[in-house]
């Protein structure tokens, strides 16, 4: 029991031996030694809690919590001590506060639970008692024998048993788990292949023993005995064998395969990162101010200790003749009374810090952040995905990115090779309609005619539908997937659809090309490839595989050609292929590469070598030797292979696009715009990255383009760090631009880290080509460790961006076409690069202003709340005197001040988003976390001060040291001048206190929703109403009537109501004088833009987006200028519709209609934009 | 872009996207203005052309105000006296020396004046108090409101917040607590010397100082109706520093008890440790005749309430009142003031406006 208590806790760990025993089915030895093992199920538990743990679980975690442990720990001080306050005035707030996150988090964990339940629940097939039984994927047991047809995706770690293939191989992607897409090949053991059937698997004796569960998804060491007519036959097990969770059956009708790990120990579920907590800048500044005020309240407290101690030393103020002590307050022992007033005073100041204001936050940005879901213009109609929120803890910082960091391929790019354009033995080709076109002719070729390829052309075709290691998946035909290639079918392929697989998405675009244009690959079997040239079957003998790798740069293949000719085909990067050419048209087609690659193709250069019989042996035996060597075998087989590819003759070179993103150009323009600078990491080469980063705008062509590249050295590094931080200094005029590929990165950061930075800070654009995964994140870790620790963002779409994304302040993923992993560890998604600019301009922006004035704000309140409490007790001996009634303690901060801070949070917007939109330079306003600035923070701080001295002196000075204001009681008793207590005179403090503090927000809220009036009178309209009610009753369960009828006989008085009125302006004007000098004197430009009154700036944005960013800005000024002349003469009405901020053209009154209608003609198409 | 134009736009794209468009439910989010954050609103923005006209009307309601107030503050006519005795010349200086809580023979002393103006309409007495803490925590929380509501259980047994003030000699003490004990005892007597020589004693009103909902709700006698206070009484004490009991502190029944009002106007503690009470209202006996003539006055004062211990002062004030209560010049001073600064920025907006108002409007931002 204990134990198992220790498991569910997960102290120990389940398993002590080091391998486990898996009977396949579950078929235990009937003698023997067995020993019962335990395994976990095949559950998948994310949720945090179960109903039975939530409640001690989720209290451990809040209270863990510095600030609520501080407010438990003043709750706790209370109940100990004779307090001024009760108990409850921290209590209750306390409680609230923990329940309203404890629904958060149970709501957030019932999602899990739901989303758990989906993936437990799905249904799978399981072998159990000779039939195929359907059941839940939750109830798989380890030994269970699991069948999963094509496309599933396995429910647990398989160990593959047989396929419906005779050889017992079958086809998978691991897409999802380590972003590959190509096909890999699983094989089972021989003695199990043979059991494709049911019955044949019921009469299969076997035992699986393999290590215990490990996270590593590329290690497995098992065996597998199988007992086959009384002998037992040992059989290896490796990775090769073992089908993992996640993994997803292609190409191969089903397979069986017994569950050796299951649940939370499958490989999948080992690898789920507890995801690292990341804290946004605001929330460190949040802990900041929070000390400062922690030290205030010591502050406060100490003073107070102190100063009560001073005035106590004369008898007749410490006990006076009407005031004498009882005999126990006498009689205990000073220490103990000082550590007592200590903390009493501590506990009548703790509300300076603000109770609320981590559940204000939290709900704030859990709240908040469904408005990036929502949004619309982040919504992907082709592919129906909008954007995805992971972690709303970090909305603000979108507003604060400084550096971004993108992916290229699948990012910027949609990571869609298409073929584009070819050149055979130095003719250039296009294609069109599936047809090579020769540069200068036209396509005007009747259709259906088959057109004649010279022999250069067709051995180009061959050779490039040939030269590849692409696999192909077929699909049945009542499989409704849309893959299928129409041309296909115009090329008179009967066959079913097929679909291309590759490692490499170039080789698979070449592949589908030579499809279109003719000559089609249709398989490999075997050893044996065959093509379909014309309709013509070809049967090619594949010899020898030479396979590509990053050095060379290059990857051929030796083939047997029909007639028996042994012919190499290679390509590769040109200038791994060019210098080994020497025959063909060599010059005439490395300038045609360079003009594909000018024009952003990525460029493939192919060539091949025919082998005399006596060649071909001299080859064959130089890489036999070679690959079996046992020394040296890299340098031997690199040997070799530049042996053999040698003497090419050139055959063409082909230039296939990777498609740039819509926008990206605009995208990449507005971040800079907005001051953030614009890092691209890529795997590609330099040549291809160049030519993108040039198509996408993140380079100019004005730019200076400095080069790291290929140094081999430390010392070579930094001479030429230094060489290129001298040409910034010399050149400062002209914008730099700096490439960097990953091996001279490496070097740089290893001993030049300094000089590296420097050099990069004074570039505008830097590109990083050639990068290892864990390169990328080292370089956004270089950054974010910078001493100016800016806030990076990183945004990929591949398994291969995932460390980096993790890495950044902001991890952003794309849902592209490379599987979920990089959506699955970001923490936001969105399904086009173009969004970025939407959500970092926009809601970020929205987001950074309204978290900032909820913090400043939220400590301004506290400071009003209890600074008069403190000035108070200078007036009453520091004898811990509350100013406030018990019950206003406690609701202040979580009834009468609440909500419209709340509301304000969510809904508040500076400027119109197309004013953020089109202008990014407003980014710059809140750049570096300015508004959480200490200056700021301070400013609030003091006002907070200034405003409370007003509310307690002011009713200090009206009310009178005598009782002068006083009720003359005109509404009870005619004439009658009655005085006011203790009570009264808190309760005028705090009433000017909720209406000055509730209208500061006022003040602040620059967009007035219908909730915003709501909350805002509403909080003041229920602060009166609960007075009256509070005060109007004689409660049973107080043991003291304070309050009763005091807010009446305060508001019955007349010059009560002109004692509010001016203590509210006289904290409120001085406010609003220095807004209003600051916007005029020093406006910010977020401040200008919003003097665009709405209509203007609506139609102004219109006119903006439409001269989209090529046309440059001068342009755009010019019509901006020609459309606020025409603005400026209605400049008088429009100031009458400030309310009708609706962006849409039809809502607008008529008189615009006339803008609209210049809009049209202007020459600019609007659909561009 | 106008996000409508464009989403109708795609709006129509979704229904040419054919079948499987239509089964499949779409992710689209809805095109609400809720959704897309674009409710209605109305956006203020504080510049000097909207802030001026505020500024204005705020100075120009604000100063006639703060003048009306201040007149009307100026109308009220106060007089105050110090009978503490602090002084050798002062008549009351040998009742202040000699003061002891057990005396049985009550020390008088009396205090001539001179009111220079007649005092109109209802004349308010006050006594004040100075450095007196009635807002010291252990002394505001020493009383039993329930005991004080006529509950017959905390009359027997006061609530232990009344400590050291319970019991005494193993009784309750009604009313218990520290207020209630050391409630104001001075005997204070108002008396015109008429020119002619005699010596007319003003009638005080002792009632109608209290707050209507605290005689009548908040402290009630125990067994409600009960004349007989003395058997209501039967059992508990009188604060120790009391001269007389509960149930004698009055004639007359309905102001007699829990419910005597110079007891009530004690019992809610002053917030400041310098304060003033309502004692007695001098009703006006005619609109032809002021309530108080200019003349000559003695105030007699039986001297029981000792406050040299702790360096206090003892006052009696004579005031009128206005429609807006007592005297208070700074409420008018207040609003005069801010009245006239709000004014002077208006100015000084205007200028502004006027300079940089439409630069600023023209201006743009600069990317």
């Known amino acids: 029991m204990l134990r198992w208590i220790r498991q569910q806790l997960g102290f120990d760990p389940p398993h002590q031996s080091d391998t486990r025993t898996v009977y396949v089915a579950n078929r235990f030895p009937q003698h023997g030694h067995y020993v019962p093992q335990r395994f976990a199920d095949n559950r998948i538990i994310s949720s945090k809690y179960t109903v039975w743990n939530f409640v001690p679980k989720n209290l451990f975690e809040q209270f863990r919590r510095i600030a609520n442990f501080y407010f438990l720990i003043i709750f706790l001080v209370q109940l100990m001590i004779d307090t001024p306050t009760s108990p409850i005035t921290s209590g209750l707030p306390l409680f609230f506060v923990i329940t309203v996150t404890a629904i958060k988090q149970g709501y957030e964990d019932w999602l899990r639970h739901k989303a758990d339940n989906e993936v437990n629940g799905a249904p799978v097939f399981v072998v159990r008692s000779g039939s195929l039984v359907q059941t839940r994927s939750k109830n798989i047991r380890v030994g269970d024998i699991v069948r999963v047809a094509k496309d599933e995706t396995f429910p647990a770690d398989l160990a593959l048993l047989s396929s419906d293939r005779a050889d017992g191989t079958c086809h998978i992607t691991t897409a999802s788990l380590d972003g590959e897409t190509n096909l890999k090949t699983h094989y089972s053991v021989a003695e199990t292949s043979v059991c494709q059937s049911v019955s044949q698997l019921e009469a299969l004796q076997a035992v699986v023993e393999c290590q215990q569960p490990e996270a590593d998804l590329y290690r497995f060491v098992g065996r597998i005995t199988v007992t086959q007519h009384g002998e037992e036959i040992v059989r290896p097990l490796g990775p090769e064998n073992l089908l993992l969770r996640g993994a997803r059956l292609k190409n191969t009708k089903e397979i069986y395969g017994v569950a050796v790990y299951t649940g939370m120990e499958s490989k999948m579920a080992l690898n789920y990162k507890c995801k690292s907590q990341k804290r946004s800048a605001v929330e460190k500044s949040m802990n900041t101010f929070l000390i400062i005020y922690l030290v205030i309240l010591l502050f406060e407290a100490v003073l107070s200790t102190i100063l009560k101690y001073a005035w106590q030393a004369e008898e007749k103020w410490n006990e006076p003749f009407y005031n004498q002590k009882t005999e126990q307050e006498r009689n205990s022992s000073p220490i103990l009374k000082f550590i007592s007033d200590f903390l009493a005073f501590l506990v009548l100041y703790n509300f300076i810090i603000p109770i609320s204001l981590y559940v204000t936050v939290e709900m704030q940005k859990f709240l908040g952040s469904f408005f990036i879901g929502w949004d619309l213009d982040l919504y992907h109609e082709e592919s129906d995905q909008k954007a995805q929120v992971n972690t709303s803890d970090l909305n603000e910082e979108l507003g604060q990115v400084e550096y971004v960091f993108t992916d290229k391929t699948g990012t910027l790019t949609e990571n869609e090779m298409q073929f584009r354009e070819c050149s055979i033995n130095g003719t250039k080709y296009r294609e069109v309609n599936g047809k090579l076109v020769p540069e200068g002719m036209t396509d005007d070729s009747p259709d259906g005619s088959t057109p004649r390829l010279i022999g250069e052309e067709l051995l180009f075709l061959q050779a490039v539908s040939l030269c590849h290691t692409v696999q192909i998946s077929y699909d049945q035909p009542d499989c409704l997937v849309g893959g299928g290639d129409p041309f296909s079918h115009a090329n008179g392929f009967s066959s079913n659809h097929m679909e291309y697989y590759a490692s490499s998405p170039d080789e698979k675009a070449l592949v589908e090309a030579t499809k279109r244009i003719g000559v089609a690959f249709t398989g490999s079997n075997g050893d044996v490839m065959e093509i379909k040239a014309f309709g013509k079957a070809e049967k090619y003998k594949l010899l020898h595989v030479l396979e590509f790798d990053a050095d060379r740069r290059r990857m051929s293949v030796i083939l047997q050609t029909p007639s028996g000719g042994k012919v190499l085909f290679t390509k590769g990067a040109e200038s791994a292929i060019l210098p080994f050419t020497t025959s063909g048209e060599i010059e005439k087609t490395r300038l045609h590469v360079d003009e594909f690659a000018l024009k952003g193709l990525r460029t493939l250069v192919v060539a091949c070598r025919h082998f005399s019989p006596e060649e071909y042996i001299d080859v064959d035996r130089r890489l036999n030797a070679a690959r079996t060597a046992l020394q040296q075998r890299e340098e031997r087989l690199q040997e070799a292979f530049s042996y053999i590819e040698r003497d090419l003759q050139l055959l063409g070179a082909t230039g296939v696009e990777d498609k740039l993103q819509d926008k990206v150009q605009e995208t990449i323009e507005a971040l800079r715009l907005a001051g953030i600078k614009v890092w691209v990491l890529t795997g590609d080469k330099h040549e291809t990255a160049v030519s993108v980063s040039l198509s996408c705008g993140h380079f100019h062509r004005t730019m200076n383009i400095l080069e790291l590249l290929q140094q081999r050295s430390d010392n070579e590094c930094a001479e030429q760090l230094r060489r290129l931080a001298r040409r910034i200094k010399e050149d400062h005029v002209i914008q730099h631009g700096l490439v960097v590929d990953g091996a001279s990165l490496s070097l740089a950061l290893r001993e030049h880290e300094k000089l590296f930075m420097e050099v990069c800070k004074n570039c505008s654009a830097v590109l990083c080509c050639r990068m290892a995964p864990l390169q990328k994140a080292k370089v956004v870790r270089l950054l974010k460790t910078s001493p100016e620790k800016p806030i990076t963002l990183a945004i990929g779409d591949g398994a291969n961006d995932v460390s980096m994304i993790q890495e950044a302040h902001v991890g952003i993923g794309i849902m592209g076409k490379e599987g979920r992993q990089a959506v699955r560890n970001s923490d936001y998604a969105i399904a086009r690069f173009k969004f970025l600019s939407k959500l970092l301009l926009v809601h970020g922006h929205f987001y950074y202003i309204r978290i900032a004035t909820l913090v400043q704000y939220f400590f301004y309140k506290n400071v009003c709340f209890i600074t008069p409490q403190f000035l108070y007790q200078f007036f009453c001996l520091f004898s811990q005197q509350t100013l406030y009634d018990s019950v206003y303690l406690t609701l202040y901060n979580i009834c009468f001040t609440s909500l419209p801070i709340l509301v304000y949070s969510l809904f508040e917007q500076l400027v119109h988003p197309h004013i953020l939109q089109n202008k990014p330079g407003l980014y710059r306003d809140i750049s570096k976390n300015s508004l959480l600035s200490f200056r700021t923070f301070l400013y609030w701080t003091l006002l907070g001060f200034c405003h409370a001295f007003i509310f307690f002196f002011g009713s200090y000075i009206l009310m009178g040291e005598d009782t002068t204001l006083m009720g003359n009681g005109q509404i009870l008793r005619a004439n009658r001048q009655l005085m006011f207590g203790n009570w009264t005179f808190g309760t005028l403090v705090f009433t000017v206190m909720v209406i000055t503090v509730t209208l500061k927000l006022a003040l602040e809220t620059q967009f007035w929703t219908w909730m915003n009036h709501f909350v805002t009178w509403g909080s003041i309209a229920f602060y009166f109403i609960f007075s009256l009610f509070y005060g109007g009753i004689i409660w049973p369960f107080l043991h003291t009537q304070d309050m009763y009828f005091v807010f009446v006989q305060l508001l019955s008085s007349g010059s009560a109501w002109f004692a509010i009125i001016i203590i509210v302006i006289t904290c409120l004007f001085p406010d609003v004088v220095k807004k209003v000098f600051y916007r005029h004197l020093q406006p910010t430009s977020t401040q200008k833009s919003q003097s665009l009154s709405a209509p203007q700036a609506q139609t102004l944005s219109c006119m903006e987006s439409l001269c989209c960013y090529q046309h440059g800005q001068s342009g755009c000024s010019r019509l901006a200028h020609l459309l606020e002349q025409m603005t400026g003469q209605c400049k008088a009405s429009a100031n009458n519709c400030h309310a009708s901020s609706n962006r849409s053209w039809s809502d607008t009154e008529n008189f615009y209609s006339n803008d609209r209608s210049i809009l049209t003609l202007s020459p600019i198409e609007a659909s561009h934009c | ?367």
Not at chain 2, 148 to 153: A, T
């Open chain 2, 1 to 367: 872009m106008a996000t409508s134009y464009n989403a109708k736009d795609e709006d129509g794209h979704i229904t040419v996207s054919g079948p499987s468009g239509g089964t499949l439910r779409s992710k689209k989010p809805e095109n609400t203005a809720f959704k897309q954050q674009r409710l209605p609103a109305w956006q203020p923005i504080l510049t000097a052309g909207t802030v001026l006209p505020a500024f204005f009307i705020i100075g120009l309601i604000f100063i006639p105000i703060g003048i009306g107030l201040y007149v009307t503050s100026n109308n009220i006519k106060e007089f105050e006296i110090d009978y503490t005795g602090v002084d050798m010349s002062s008549p009351c200086f040998n009742c202040s020396q000699s003061f002891s809580w057990n005396s049985t023979r009550p020390c008088t002393c009396t205090i001539p004046f001179y009111l220079d103006q007649p005092y109109e309409s209802n004349v308010f007495m006050y006594y004040g108090l100075s450095n007196f803490y009635q807002n010291h925590r252990r002394y505001v929380k020493s009383r039993d409101d329930n005991q004080l509501n006529g509950d017959p259980e905390s009359l027997k047994g006061p609530s232990k917040e009344c400590e050291p003030y319970a019991k005494h000699d193993n009784k309750p003490i009604a009313p218990c607590g520290a207020i209630a004990n050391s409630m104001f005892n001075d005997t204070l007597e108002l008396f015109y010397n008429d020119p002619n020589g005699t010596k007319i004693q003003i009638p005080l009103n002792k009632t109608g100082i209290a707050w209507w909902t605290d005689k009548h709700v908040k402290f009630r006698n125990p067994e409600g109706n009960n004349h007989n206070l003395t058997a209501v009484f039967q059992g508990t004490t009188k604060p120790v520093n009391w001269r007389r009991p509960v149930y004698e502190l009055d004639d007359d029944p309905e102001n007699n008890g829990f419910i005597n009002e110079d007891f009530i106007v004690w019992m809610r503690t002053a917030a400041l440790p310098t304060f003033r009470k309502l004692y007695r209202i001098i009703p006006r006996k005619s609109s032809m005749v002021p309530t108080l003539p200019s003349g000559n006055y003695t105030l007699e004062v039986v001297y029981n309430y000792p406050v040299r211990s702790f360096e206090g002062r003892k006052r009696m004030i004579l005031s009128t009142i206005s429609w807006m209560g007592g005297k208070n010049p700074f409420l008018g001073i207040a609003y005069m003031t801010v009245g006239s600064v709000c004014f002077f920025l208006g100015v000084v907006l205007l200028i502004i406006h006027h300079k940089y108002g439409n630069r600023n409007n023209s201006a743009d931002i600069s990317n």
